[in-house]
């Protein structure tokens, strides 16, 4: 059992920052694939950055590919999403997930794949 919790959510500008953490408990953090996606008000929630067992296999949305990057710090339980040249359109919910696997290079962007889920956290971009 893994639990999730996000942070680092809030309002910046266009063209801002922030960087997201998702703190997980328990003692096998390093045995999950973890993901980042985001649910704008009215939409389906999409997939934005995916980061493997390694920390050197990442997968990104093409619309934030370039802009965000992933990663993770193991010894703290931890998965980071830093966002950058933010966008209007980046704005929603953002949450954290984490997938069991015993390959250490898997990853994925699929939604169901996932095993547990955080309870999410605001970002608002201002134009």
């Known amino acids: 059992q893994v639990q999730l919790v996000e942070s680092g959510g809030g309002l910046v500008q266009a063209g801002g920052s922030l960087r997201l953490s998702c703190a997980a408990s328990?003692?096998?953090?390093?045995?999950?694939?973890m993901g980042w996606f985001r649910q704008a008000p009215g939409k389906e929630r999409e997939f934005v950055a995916a980061i493997s067992r390694s920390p050197d296999n990442t997968l990104f949305a093409d619309s934030v590919k370039g802009r965000f990057t992933i990663s993770r710090d193991n010894a703290k339980n931890t998965v980071y999403l830093q966002m950058n040249s933010l966008k209007p359109e980046d704005a929603a919910v953002y949450y954290c997930?984490?997938?069991?696997?015993?390959?250490?290079?898997?990853?994925?962007?699929?939604?169901?794949?996932?095993?547990?889920w955080g309870q999410g956290t605001q970002v608002t971009v201002s134009s």
């Open positions: 997930a984490a997938k069991y696997t015993s390959s250490y290079y898997y990853l994925t962007r699929i939604e169901d794949d996932y095993n547990y």
């Open positions: 328990g003692r096998t953090f390093s045995s999950y694939a």
